[in-house]
């Protein structure tokens, strides 16, 4: 905009002395030395018209000379461009000692050395040359010391990827004292301690994994099951139910209140042999909320007083009406029982609605105590084809056996 400014100015001017040397005519005389010859004598307009014509040709010789000279510059920072692009390519292409080479290549005089040394690392990764990728991580760290946590995410990620556990859970460490909360090195941490089986780390960090949604549900599910799975079974052999239940009030209410953590602190306490603890724990959970996975544990639980089971189970079939993972719950309480022909019925309903297997394979057991030896190759021979071709079909039991 000055460069416009000064040149409106410019030609103003001359504009202006063009128009006094019109309304004052006159002779300009220049003379050199005192020689006659030495006399250069013209109207007073024409001077300054050539005056001003020289001093543009000037500035346009002179802007001509620096385009010149800057033209070498100009070519040498295309150059650059070019061969960080052709190294970008390779390295995408998977020609990685190309890429490596091409993205080193005048490294010092390129615009963003950190990006170029970070990209030759990566190169370097992938040749497993992890030497080599280690020092141009430091050097691009030396060039941009702000760019910390772009290369500490970089060799953090490279370092998983190489199985290198212990260097990639130092770095992330060490960045976390600077950035705790960044959701990038929090989803890198979780996966090192997941892999390195830090479960009271893991558990330290699961909180701020969910307050930040850093994980996918599908992802976040899973580390949750195996932190838990792996304090849960640390606690059993440090010391059975009663470290399991101070392991309960420690941990935290956004973990403590998820289904899946309520199922497996059950199946730990029943592990224990803490039988009275594991079924009053379901029971009042699923007077609060229905869970098929509760229910099936219940089911399983060698129940203290199966009395007070059935009756609960009478009750959620009020609200459940003929779910068939209830059906089967009441099936087990009654073999517990011993009340084997509301057992052998509740197995019936519950395996031609939803067939499982498992419960075929109980029922036909049933049977054969029960002396009903063709109703239990038959159910024995149903459950097989199930668990072979993944197909239910309807089984009918003979009732005259």
């Known amino acids: 905009m000055r460069y ?41 307009a024409a001077f300054i018209l050539y005056i001003g014509l020289a001093f543009l040709a000037l500035h346009l010789a002179l802007n001509a000379i620096y385009g010149l000279l800057g033209l070498r510059q100009r070519l040498k920072k295309y150059y650059r461009q070019r061969t960080l692009a052709r190294g970008l390519v390779k390295l995408t292409e998977g020609n990685w000692s190309r890429a490596e080479k091409l ?16 990209a030759a690392a990566r190169a370097a990764h992938m040749q497993e040359a992890y030497d080599r990728r ?38 992330l460490i060490n960045l976390q004292q600077t950035y705790p909360k960044h959701p990038y090195v929090l989803k890198l941490l979780a996966r090192v301690l997941y892999f390195r089986e830090s479960w009271d780390e893991l558990l330290a960090l699961l909180p701020e994994l969910l307050a930040q949604k850093v994980l996918k549900p599908e992802d976040m599910y899973k580390v949750e099951k195996a932190t838990l799975e792996g304090l849960f079974e640390k606690q059993l052999k440090e010391g ?13 209410s ?13 199946q730990s306490l029943m592990k224990a ?33 199966l009395d007070q089971a059935l009756r609960n189970a009478q009750q959620w079939q009020s609200t459940q009406g003929n779910n068939p993972v209830l059906l089967l719950m009441m099936a087990r309480l009654y073999k517990q029982q011993s009340n084997n022909a509301l057992a052998k019925h509740y197995y019936e309903s519950s395996v031609n609605q939803a067939p499982n297997a498992e419960a075929y394979l109980e029922l036909a057991e049933l049977l054969k105590e029960l002396g009903e030896t063709n109703n239990a190759q038959q159910t024995y021979a149903v459950g097989l084809r199930y668990a072979i071709h993944k197909k239910g079909e309807r089984l009918i039991l003979l009732s005259n056996e």
């Open 4 to 44: 416009l400014v000064g040149l409106v100015l410019a030609i103003a001017a001359f504009i202006a002395l063009v128009y006094w040397s019109i309304q004052y005519p006159g002779i300009t005389l220049v003379s050199w030395n005192s020689e006659p010859t030495h006399i250069i004598q013209g109207r007073t």
């Open 254 to 266: 956004e973990v403590t209140l998820h289904p899946e953590a309520i199922y497996l602190y059950a």
């Open 273 to 305: 042999q803490d039988y009275i603890t594991s079924a009053e724990w379901l029971e009042t959970n699923l007077n609060q909320f229905w869970s098929d996975k509760l229910a099936d544990l219940y089911g399983r639980i060698p129940q203290p007083n």
């Open 103 to 118: 993205l080193l290549h005048q490294i010092d005089a390129a615009d963003t050395p950190m990006v170029s040394y970070i």
């Open 240 to 252: 059975g139910s009663p470290k399991l239940k101070n392991l309960w009030q420690r941990l935290p």
């Open 134 to 171: 280690d020092e141009w991580l430091r050097q691009a760290l030396q060039h941009d010391s702000s760019a910390r946590l772009a290369v500490g995410v970089s060799q953090a990620d490279m370092q998983i990827t190489a199985q290198q556990f212990e260097q990639a859970y130092a770095t």
